[in-house]
């Protein structure tokens, strides 16, 4: 039986003492279950859109970019402990969706399963541009090596969030909250399940501005805070019926999305802090129906996971919950000012360039302090970021383990 933990009531020492690893038969179903995956970053580096490339991490990078080329597993050359590595060529594209590039409201992507979802915006520039109820969006089936069309989101997704609980992914976005079922396509161009449109909070109708959210592990209840305070739930088993409901008059405390854990039965994110930005962040899942009188207990571990290289700015970050204990993998996407070549009389200085930066690591609670750490597990490793892509998607990047 899951037992869930109400936290202390002192909001400045962020809860109560977090829980340990469990062990048991769950390493073993586990190891039996593994199959080998993949991480999958969109970047707008296509002359016409949008490229889908695919990031083996458990091979070594070639100078090329590609990895081992039966594709195979590898020792790795990533340098341990947030070191400075080598920069090697981004991997070819795997898919690429035509659409208009350098504005985040016109493409977005979801995944669930084995599927990615290309949500086309019908925007054209700034100006809304209503399609036919047929237009259809493109959907890979990444198993089924499988190209697939789906339909439209019901309302055009604006800055949207994707959750995907059980085989169906939720959006809730600045302009509407709706889902779609994922069902297996007939034929070569069968379709996906329809959108469903749902209701909106008053909250997210005033001001769309939500600071983190999470998935809880019952696997079907949406936790969403916001940045003007308070946290709201829905159950998305009873979607059809369900309203948002608000939880607590406080907020997660992560940066964005938090993934929950089994093996630490916590959730784990970033910290939301600016003092601590970088630093993994460890949070106790509360009781969907306990009230929410008290804020969960949380602790912010002492690592600094994001590049402290003083020649690199931080563009943008997303954390990747990987399969296996407790493993993550952290996509950073940095600029680099390599500055002025030395001794050049015409002082020529290069231009900024991107990198992005994979940062694989394991966590574990402390023994004594029950603090999210990851010790010695870090591997970086560092791609080229295409030259074309736009600064607007790698200030949030997009990537997916599948």
Known sequence: MHVFRRSSSRADVQGSRMPKRRSGDRDGFRASKRRRRHLYLVFDDWLWGYSIRKVNLSSSPS??????????????????????????????????????????????????GSKIIAVLSMRNGFEYRPSAPSASIPVFDLRRRAFTLGPRPEVDLVTPIFIPPGGRVFALSADSFQFQVLEPGSGRCGREGQWRKLQMHPSFKREFSVSSYALHPDGRTIFVSTASGGTFTFDTAAAGDSNWTEHGRWKLPFAGRAHFDPDLDVWIGFSRRKRTKGHL??????????????????????????????????????????????????????????????????????????????????????????????????????????????????????????
């Open 281 to 402: 962040c460890a949070c106790d899942a509360p009781r969907p129906d306990d009230g929410g009188e008290r804020r969960p207990g949380w602790k912010v571990g002492k690592e600094k996971l994001f590049s402290e290289d003083p020649a690199e700015k931080h563009v943008g970050a997303t954390l990747v919950c990987m399969e296996g204990q407790s493993e993550f993998c952290l996509v950073q996407c940095v600029s680099r000012e390599d500055g002025c070549p030395p001794g050049d009389p015409l002082n020529v200085c290069r231009p900024c360039r991107y990198v992005c930066r994979l940062t694989t690591f394991s966590v574990r609670l402390g023994e004594e302090d029950g603090l999210p750490t990851v010790g010695d597990s870090r591997r970086v490793r560092c791609y080229k970021v295409p030259e074309t892509t736009s600064g607007f998607t790698l200030g949030q990047p997009v990537a997916f383990w599948m």
């Open 63 to 112: 100078p090329s970019g590609s990895s081992n080329p039966n594709d195979g597993d590898g020792d790795g050359v990533d340098s341990p402990n947030n070191a400075f590595p080598a920069e090697h060529l981004m991997p070819p594209a795997v898919f690429r969706v035509e659409a208009q590039r350098g504005f985040p409201q016109h493409f977005t992507a979801a995944a669930s």
